[in-house]
């Protein structure tokens, strides 16, 4: 059964599980040669910068290593850096949170518009709904089928997933499923 307690844990998980994530880093804010590192490694439009202790945070986008280092006196020990999802909104066909169980239960909380973020989807979700893996509302909804399959694929059964469907394949591995966080205890 997978475990997970923090952000740091959940991102060790996700690369040990090799699932598709935007290429994402937990960093001392002190580091700066790993933080310019990460960016060459990981070219990209536009990074978002968060706190890996603190859920909810203040977070910050950013363009590239001299954009990061101005905003590295928000954090005190720790920052988060990952590519953004912005440059890439117009091509979402879903964005949520499900947990699918064992049982066959679904709990998923979801929208489907370019505005949708991990951080939106509980204020005004299009999808808010409990529901059995057979009813057909569930299949109906565009890109359930795709995440479904990806949770299914990965075992990833009792997990939240923080999760994007997107028309395009994007993340590390380049598929349209990309996972933004995975949670149990925290």
Known sequence: MIQIKNKRDAISKMKELKLNYFPCDIFLVSDLEGIKKFIEKHPAEEYVLRNPN???AK????????????QLKNF???VTIDE???PYKE???LVGDINIHKSGRVDLVARDDIEATQRNIYENPKYNLCASLEEDKLWDIRGFDKIARYISDHELYDVI????VYSIRLGVNKENVVISEIRTDF
Do not use: G, L, W
Not at 59 to 70: A, L
């Open 91 to 93: 091509d979402i066909v």
């Open 161 to 164: 997933c923080e999760f994007s």
């Open 59 to 70: 977070f910050f986008f950013v363009k590239n290593f001299e954009e990061v280092q101005k």
């Open 76 to 78: 005190k020990t720790e």
């Open 54 to 56: 603190k859920a909810k």
């Open 84 to 86: 953004s999802y912005r």
